[in-house]
């Protein structure tokens, strides 16, 4: 007898028995109800219900691994597929001091669209540069990413990440290959930029630590913060509000300024009243006190002005660099614009003391007399050398032209960086095409604009210019009907369309130049 047959004559359960197996699994599955319900009524008499909720830490956090192996194995998934992406990490500590790495993955896909996707967040036992790679290259390897289409890398400028010799980026152009460029996030390098700015002087620091006393003056008391809304409504004014100060936002730096000289006089208003009001706590008062002292002063105020006109200035660069897709070559451009206006504005410091004086006449408003440090006169020497110099003067050889200079000097050193190579990808968008075509006559024009990036990927560099200057030239050509028709239906759409208007300073005066 062979299998089959086995099989078909071996006895067949009966009807009867898959009736009494039928009943037993609905009596186990009704002393489980009744469990449940006792243990539901337990809780009910505590007050959560007599109903299953299933939200114990422990459902939720094996539904949270389920849900991020999910998306993980998509985004890796995308990463094979994908024609080239960038490796983008950062630390930072969490509530309990510990280092958090995040690993995101930045992905150009088959039809050329990039997407921004957070790999993985793990516990980093160190932060030197060859612990986070290992850390990374552990983390990559078991979720089944390679380096081999990896193509650039950015991180912030902390030695340990961005250091040319034992940095993380040097390791892994060491390990992937020298084509993986590094690129520095160009918002937080003119962050630093404006730090740097920041405390390069004492006017400079006392202007923005009494920017940050303001705020929390004005909104750690209810009381504060309603007069100041009762000083701007009784001038028939907008009323506005003291803005924190982020260090990573530079943006908030310059709304907290806007607000400080658009509405300068309510604001010695109000100080005025909570330094003589003797219902408020002690604390506020004292320090109403020091920030009338303070900020009553021109040099106070000339520095105020001054850095509204650099934020005038990088303040559309910090808003652009912040967009998801950044043209490399206009970011450049608005580099180079920002540091002709700072020269202009360097050429000019009688304007701004002018200005301050025209603008805020009181006789409470004064420029305070510096103090002289005098050096120590050796016995050989018949005279001082300390030359006599107004407080005008002071300002401007220690405030004004130390702050412009730093601002120059970093944006200088530190955009300059990649500066070839990221010019070089510039002229590969079709945004680019008009003004390549108006610049470049000959392949070698082009070849020379093109040369650091052949060299970064092994490229021949007269082929690539060559194949370059030709597309560009029929492209033009072949997109002119395109563009034609897109431009009559934008003209149509456009009719229909207002401008919107915003006014951020409520009138105030933006600038002098």
């Known amino acids: 007898m062979n299998v089959q047959e086995a099989k078909t004559h071996a006895p067949q359960p009966s009807k009867c028995f898959y009736e009494c197996w039928v009943l037993e699994l609905e009596e186990a599955v009704r002393n489980q109800q009744a469990i449940s319900r006792r243990k539901g009524g337990k809780k009910g008499a505590k007050g959560r219900g007599s109903k299953l909720t299933f939200l114990s830490n422990d459902t939720q956090n094996n539904v949270i691994k389920i849900i991020g192996r999910e998306i993980a194995s998509q985004i890796v998934k995308e990463i094979g597929n994908c024609r080239a992406w960038a490796l983008i990490a950062d630390t930072t500590p969490d509530v309990s001091h510990h280092e958090q790495l995040s690993i995101c993955a930045r992905i150009v896909n088959r039809n050329g669209k990039c997407s921004e996707h957070l790999l993985s967040c793990k516990r980093a036992s160190g932060t030197r540069a060859m612990e986070l790679y290992n850390l990374i290259s552990e983390t990559l390897v078991s979720k089944g990413v390679s380096f081999g289409k990896l193509v650039a890398q950015t991180y912030d400028g902390a030695s340990n990440m961005s250091g040319c010799y034992n940095g993380f980026q040097a390791i892994i152009k060491e390990k992937g290959g020298k084509h993986v460029a590094f690129v520095h996030c160009y918002a937080h390098t003119l962050n630093l930029v404006l730090s740097d700015s920041a405390s390069v002087d004492v006017q400079v620091i006392s202007l923005f630590n009494d920017l940050e006393a303001l705020y929390v003056l004005f909104s750690k008391t209810q009381r504060i913060h309603d007069l100041f809304e009762a000083v701007q409504l009784e001038e028939n004014l907008k009323v506005l509000s003291l803005k924190r100060l982020n260090t990573v936002r530079w943006h908030s730096h310059e709304l907290c300024l806007k607000v400080l000289l658009s509405r300068y006089d309510c604001i010695l208003s109000v100080l005025e009243t909570v330094a003589l009001d003797s219902l408020i706590d002690g604390n506020p008062r004292k320090t109403s006190i020091g920030l009338l002292k303070q900020i009553q002063t021109k040099q106070f105020l000339a520095t105020a002005y001054l850095f509204r006109e650099i934020f005038a200035s990088t303040g559309l660069l910090s808003r652009y660099l912040q967009h998801v897709d950044v043209d490399f070559g206009k970011a450049l451009g608005m580099v180079e614009s920002a540091v002709d206006e700072l020269n202009e504005l360097r050429k000019e410091p009688e304007l701004i003391i002018r ?78 095409f008009p003004q390549l075509v108006k610049n470049f006559k000959t392949t070698h024009d082009l070849q020379a604009c093109l040369n650091t990036f052949c060299e970064t990927y092994s490229i021949d560099a007269f082929r690539c210019a060559d194949e370059l200057f030709n597309f560009v030239r029929s492209f033009e050509k072949f997109d002119c009907s395109t563009v034609c028709q897109q431009e009559d239906d934008d003209d149509d759409s456009e009719d229909d369309e207002g401008d919107d208007d915003y006014d951020d300073d409520d009138g105030e005066d933006n600038g002098w130049l």
């Open 355 to 432: 200005y301050v004086e025209q603008k805020h006449d009181s006789p409470s408003v004064t420029w305070q007399q510096p103090r002289i440090r005098r050096r120590r006169r050796m016995d050989d020497e018949n005279a001082e050398d300390e030359p006599a110099e107004t407080p005008e003067d002071h300002w401007k050889r220690n405030t004004f032209y130390v702050s412009v200079d730093t601002i120059l000097n970093s944006l200088k050193n530190r955009f300059e960086k990649n500066q070839p190579l990221l010019q070089a990808f510039s002229l590969f968008a079709p945004s680019r």
